[in-house]
């Protein structure tokens, strides 16, 4: 696009910028038609990990595809809430359960928090289970989780336990032969703290209390390493991760989990960057960062990972 043509005024450098670099912004999701609603194909062609009909991919305007995700704000409908500093936002687990399941399969999620997983998995019908150590975080997942109407008559179950524990894995193994009839899942979600950025709680089991990255990295490896084997060959497990400062240093979360993962029998099939939006802690004091950037000598937060693995 020659610039110099445009008339003084017209110049939308946002729009432009997208259209150069080929960015696309994601619209909520409650305003395009869902995935549900779209009908399979007479001879339908369905991939091995979904209920994507490769015959009608055009009309999956849903499921993103590009590895750059500008969410926009959280969605807040339903009984989906943001009132736990540092949320799950619900389009993540959305996104990856439309890519990497189909209806009525089982997704763990081994860092469940208020429930954003398990909520997510009733609107859309998939199974669930949470694990969550702090007691009152899952007597508020419960909660939120029985407020949200089940449409597709799905199992959801919150397990209170410690994720780096054998006996915690033990009790979602007797929760999956038991009420689900399965000794596996099909999709495991993570979305652990980020080391020491949010106190979460006092429990010096949270890894919000490691005393150091690598106490913290070895903990989440132990969680990787316990799940591993409840997944099922050739699945996937998406871990949602941002990095931090420390000490005037950089210390790439993203990366050094990223790393743990690969080691314990998994691929990496992805990365993606997603914008962050509305964060609590810097909303209302943009300028104030970004004199503190020009000062430090360093860029603000803007962006956090979602990590695709393949279980090999």
């Known amino acids: 696009m020659n610039t110099n043509k445009l008339k003084k005024g017209s110049f939308n450098k ?8 080929n960015i696309h912004t994601y619209p909520e999701q409650e305003k395009i038609p869902s995935v549900l609603e779209v009908p399979k194909s007479t001879n339908s ?32 409908s339903g009984v989906h809430t943001g009132e736990l500093h540092g949320n799950f936002i619900p389009q993540i687990p959305h996104q990856a359960m439309l890519r990497y ?8 999620d081994t860092f469940l928090g208020s429930g954003t997983t398990l909520i997510e998995c009733k609107r859309i019908g998939r199974n669930g289970i949470g ?17 949200e109407s089940n449409l597709h008559n799905v199992k959801t179950s919150v397990i209170e336990g410690d994720n780096t524990e054998n006996k915690t894995i033990e009790n979602v193994k007797k929760t999956l032969n038991e009420n689900y009839n399965s000794d596996t899942v099909q999709l495991i979600i993570m979305h652990p703290p980020y080391h020491d950025i949010i106190k979460f ?46 000490q005037s240093e950089w210390v ?31 909303r209302n004091a943009e300028q104030l960062w970004r004199r503190r950037a020009l000062s430090g000598g360093f860029y603000i937060f803007k962006h ?9």
């Open 252 to 282: 790439p979360l993203s990366f050094y989990t990223m790393q743990k993962v690969l080691e314990n029998g998994y691929k990496l099939k992805s990365i993606v960057i997603k914008n962050i939006s509305g964060n609590r802690a810097k």
């Open 45 to 76: 062609k369905l991939s091995k990990f979904n209920d994507i009909d490769l015959n009608r991919w055009k009309e999956y305007e849903e499921i993103i595809t590009d590895s750059l995700w500008l969410l926009g704000k959280r969605d807040n």
């Open 101 to 108: 399941t189909k209806q009525g399969e089982i997704v763990l």
């Open 131 to 147: 694990i969550e150590l702090l007691p009152d975080l899952v007597k508020r997942a419960k909660e939120l989780i029985a407020q």
């Open 14 to 21: 946002n729009i432009l910028t997208q259209e150069q670099l």
């Open 304 to 312: 956090e990972y979602i990590l695709f693995f393949q279980k090999r």
């Open 201 to 246: 709680s006092d429990n010096p089991n949270d890894l919000c209390n490691t005393k150091t990255t690598d106490e913290f990295l070895n903990k989440f490896s132990q969680v990787v390493k316990n799940t591993y084997p409840l997944l099922d060959e050739k699945r996937f497990l998406v871990l949602v991760i941002g990095d931090k400062y420390s």
